[in-house]
């Protein structure tokens, strides 16, 4: 394993989706990865459309805008799209490059299969939802 892959996996391992999987987990999510080059004013995202696909930014930065209005940035580090690889439920934000960047992609149709075959993956990826969903929860109830 490289260090491209070290950095990849860092990454995962931050994602509050992933962050309850195992090195061994989260190495068979990354051999689903894809590495992908995208020039900048490329739309990533489209607030409203399917998305099916999850992303880290291993390089450059891209503005999320919701309604029109930038609302964060991404660089390397960044992810978006996690949701994306278990329903089939519209995006919440655009994402625009701002620069030429770097993304490792996963689709959802290859994870779905991982989620079959690896089942402890589908188990922490389950309770990195319902971690994520009770951190929304209390956000919404300050």
Do not use: W
Request: charged share 25%.
């Amino acid at each position: 394993m490289g260090r491209h892959d070290d950095t990849v996996l860092a990454r995962l391992a931050e994602t509050a989706v992933f962050a309850g999987c195992t090195k061994k987990e989260l190495q068979e999510f990354l051999r689903l990865t894809t590495e992908v080059t995208v020039p900048e004013g490329r739309v990533l995202t489209t607030e409203g459309e399917r998305g099916s696909e999850f992303a880290i930014v291993l390089d450059g930065t891209a503005d999320v805008t919701q309604r029109g209005k930038v609302v964060n940035q991404l660089s390397a580090g960044s992810h978006y799209g996690e949701m994306s690889l278990i329903d089939d439920g519209p995006r919440t934000a655009t994402i625009v490059a701002t620069s030429p960047m770097s993304l490792a992609v996963v689709a959802r149709n290859e994870f779905g299969q991982l989620l079959e075959d690896v089942p402890t993956l589908a188990q922490a990826v389950m309770r990195g939802l319902a971690r994520r969903v009770r951190e929304l929860d209390d956000a919404a109830a300050l």
